[in-house]
């Protein structure tokens, strides 16, 4: 299911407990930032903001099914919203699993590194200090890894801590009809002022128009 860069990136990818403080009181991410400078790393009374989404009910629910590579019947990879897509040949139940996006495992300071002139899928698990990301543009990829994005999405990716490691569990918010294209909202958002024009192409009834949300400092 997931290969590793490097062995620090192994050792984050199975370390339970959060890596960062998210502070979301503005509407979108920020990073919490000690006195010194250092991202700040809650204890382990602390829920941030992946703790919160890796639920003792999903544990139970999907541990085996993501310790056997499980991959929902009937999935296939076709013409998408863009590119490539993926589509289910059967008819999905909302909170059905679907799969894990998995993929080549990097330190998310590795993942920054990566060259532009290259295609990469990635998916942050954590960032800032001690953070990892998930490239699915990798051999060992499953057909998850051409999920496109959507503003009306179907699926939502979510972080489960299961069998001692991270695993990137698809999970159906919504019922999705056999021949239905499978979209992930990417709830992108940037700070750099050449990517808050990027178009979104989803075409969905609720598009925003725009594929980054741009927050100005």
């Known amino acids: 299911m997931y290969a590793f860069k490097c062995s620090e990136a192994a050792s984050r990818w199975k370390t339970r407990n959060s890596i960062r403080v998210v502070d979301r009181s503005l509407g979108y991410p920020i990073l919490v930032v000690g006195e010194d400078g ?3 790393i809650p204890d382990g009374a602390t829920t941030s903001e992946t703790l919160a989404r890796s639920k003792q009910l999903d544990e139970a629910t999907h541990a085996e099914l993501l310790k056997d590579g499980f991959l929902y019947p009937g999935l296939y ?10 589509f289910t040949g ?20 590795d993942a920054e590194m990566l060259s532009g002139e290259e295609e990469h899928f990635l998916f942050v698990l954590n960032d800032g200090e001690n953070g990892v990301a998930v490239d699915g543009n990798y051999t060992n990829a499953n057909a998850l890894k051409y999920i496109n994005h959507s503003c009306d999405p179907n699926v939502e990716m979510r972080e489960i801590f299961a069998n001692g490691s991270w695993n990137i569990a698809v999970i159906a918010i919504k019922e999705i009809q056999a021949s239905q294209e499978i979209l992930h909202d990417f709830n992108l958002h940037t700070e750099d002022p050449s990517k808050q024009n990027i178009p979104c192409l989803c075409g969905s009834h609720n598009c925003r128009q725009k594929l980054f949300r741009y927050f100005e400092w």
């Not at 990879?77 to 993926?86: A, H, L, Q, R």
């Not at 059967?90 to 909170?95: D, L, R, V, W």
């Not at 699993?97 to 998995?102: E, I, M, T």
């Open 90 to 109: 059967n008819k999905i139940s909302a909170g059905s699993f679907l799969g894990s996006y998995n993929g080549l495992v990097m330190t998310y300071e």
């Open 77 to 86: 990879n076709g013409p998408g919203v863009e590119g490539t897509g993926v």
């Open 38 to 40: 250092s991202y700040e």
